[in-house]
């Protein structure tokens, strides 16, 4: 398992480790981390992990009712383990069923905001969704979450990124002209911040990978 990071350093403030320092509430996901920065994460009171949803059914399917595949099913099932039984504080996705069924592995209910802006259809035939992306971006930074998960796209992953991080985010995370690899599956994109200060990433590659069904 690959990780790659980058921190605003200056701007992090990290001191010292203290003896009595608390163990860390999610082990399995600190444990998949760079150790380099285990400081830093253990520091961190919030932590948005952004994610693109799981494999689905078929590469050419990509209606909002499109479901995942039980290799996609085996992906969220890895995410939850290693994420740990403890609910996240707050999880949000786009509104289709991928991203919404991949989110579910923080086990908290999911907010779903629009696929694209204006599109008010979801998962569902009868759901209406009218909160944007914006509002969500806009939710997520003013929170006081400390555990926040994102379920979305090869693109809109990329403009979470934008959003929390800034513009290095995108060489971070290798998205190009704003989108992931049409083949980049699996991996965590960990946003963190310790007290207001800028936002660090930590991106862990291929962290819920799942074997080809046979």
């Known amino acids: 398992m690959k990780t790659l990071t980058s921190i605003a350093m200056a701007a992090f403030v990290v001191g010292c480790m203290p003896d009595n320092t608390p163990a ?3 082990p399995a996901l600190l444990d998949a981390a760079s150790p380099s920065y285990e400081t830093y994460l253990r520091q961190a009171d919030r932590h948005i992990l952004v994610v693109r949803h799981a494999r689905k059914t078929a590469p050419d399917c990509n209606a909002l009712d499109c479901q995942l595949s039980p290799r996609g099913e ?25 991203t919404v069924l991949t989110a ?27 909160r944007t992306r914006a509002e969500a971006f806009e939710e997520a930074l003013e929170s006081d979450a400390r555990w926040t998960i994102v379920g ?23 998205c190009v002209d704003g989108r992931l690899d049409h083949n980049s599956y699996g991996n965590i994109y960990w946003l963190f911040r310790r007290n207001g200060y800028a936002w ?11 074997p080809e069904e046979s």
């Open 74 to 98: 085996a992906m969220v099932a890895r995410l939850a383990e290693l994420t740990g039984e403890v609910p996240f504080d707050a999880a949000y996705a786009s509104a289709a069923c991928r």
């Open 104 to 130: 579910r592995a923080g086990g908290v209910d999911v907010v779903p905001h629009q696929a694209a802006d204006g599109l008010e259809t979801g998962c569902e035939a009868d759901d209406v969704i009218t």
């Open 152 to 174: 979305e796209h090869s693109n809109t992953v990329c403009q979470w990124l934008q959003e929390v991080r800034g513009p290095d985010s995108q060489d971070i995370a290798n």
């Open 200 to 210: 660090g990433m930590v991106v862990i590659e291929d962290a819920f990978t799942a």
């Open 24 to 26: 860390f509430d999610r």
